[in-house]
T-cell receptor, first 110, second 114 residues
Framework: GEDVEQSLFLSVREGDSSVINCTYTDSSSTYLYWYKQEPGAGLQLLTYIFSNMDMKQDQRLTVLLNKKDKHLSLRIADTQTGDSAIYFCAESKGTGKLIFGQGTTLQVKP | DADVTQTPRNRITKTGKRIMLECSQTKGHDRMYWYRQDPGLGLRLIYYSFDVKDINKGEISDGYSVSRQAQAKFSLSLESAIPNQTALYFC?????????????FGPGTRLTVL
């Protein structure tokens, strides 16, 4: 079956690194995504990674993919208060449908 | 994303009422989706449409119906609203010709059923 799991809450201090984790069950996943939802807004794509990649870096964001363990992580360097949001992991098999995790609420304390 | 708009943004209604939520997009995408978001449950797919004549049920379609009036418009209806349909509803779009299945979301409609 298809299932994506995330922890619900993470709290960090401003300036620290944040690591948000996600596990998935479908080994045939083609793409894996990270979306950000700010309060009162819709989901915004942060980044995605192809299943044949191990890592992708984009400025302060680093995505790591461990296909053997079906584990995806998002690292945010130098976390700022503006990074406070809900972060969703999602997977797809290239069929046009996404399966989302429950979302991780990131709280950044000054 | 201003390219995907949803109306209304907020709605309070009573049990048993018929409600329609509307979604419009200017992205020129062929695929459109409706999700609901509940705290701790993430986003769950209600219906999706890959083309004007191609409409499919998602994982939680019971109690909902949809209409794809044009490529740019996809409406979600609650025929007889019930309190457990209180949630945040999102419309999304994607382009079948883009490599990844990246979806672009509207701002959401907060629906409260009393």
């Amino acid at each position: 079956g298809e299932d994506v799991e995330q922890s619900l809450f993470l709290s960090v201090r401003e300036g620290d690194s944040s690591v948000i984790n996600c596990t998935y069950t479908d080994s045939s996943s083609t793409y894996l995504y990270w979306y950000k939802q700010e309060p009162g807004a819709g989901l915004q794509l942060l980044t995605y990674i192809f299943s044949n990649m191990d890592m992708k870096q984009d400025q302060r964001l680093t995505v790591l993919l461990n296909k053997k363990d079906k584990h995806l992580s998002l690292r945010i360097a130098d976390t700022q208060t503006g990074d406070s949001a809900i972060y969703f992991c999602a997977e797809s098999k290239g069929t046009g449908k996404l399966i989302f995790g429950q979302g991780t609420t990131l709280q950044v304390k000054p | 994303d201003a390219d995907v708009t949803q109306t209304p943004r907020n709605r309070i209604t009573k049990t048993g009422k018929r409600i329609m939520l509307e979604c419009s997009q200017t992205k020129g995408h062929d695929r459109m989706y409706w999700y609901r978001q509940d705290p701790g449950l993430g986003l769950r797919l209600i219906y999706y449409s890959f083309d004007v004549k191609d409409i499919n049920k998602g994982e939680i379609s019971d109690g909902y119906s949809v209409s794809r009036q044009a490529q740019a418009k996809f409406s979600l209806s609650l025929e007889s609203a019930i309190p457990n349909q209180t949630a945040l509803y999102f419309c999304a779009t994607s382009d079948r010709y883009a490599g990844p299945d990246t979806q672009y979301f509207g701002p959401g409609t907060r629906l409260t059923v009393l």
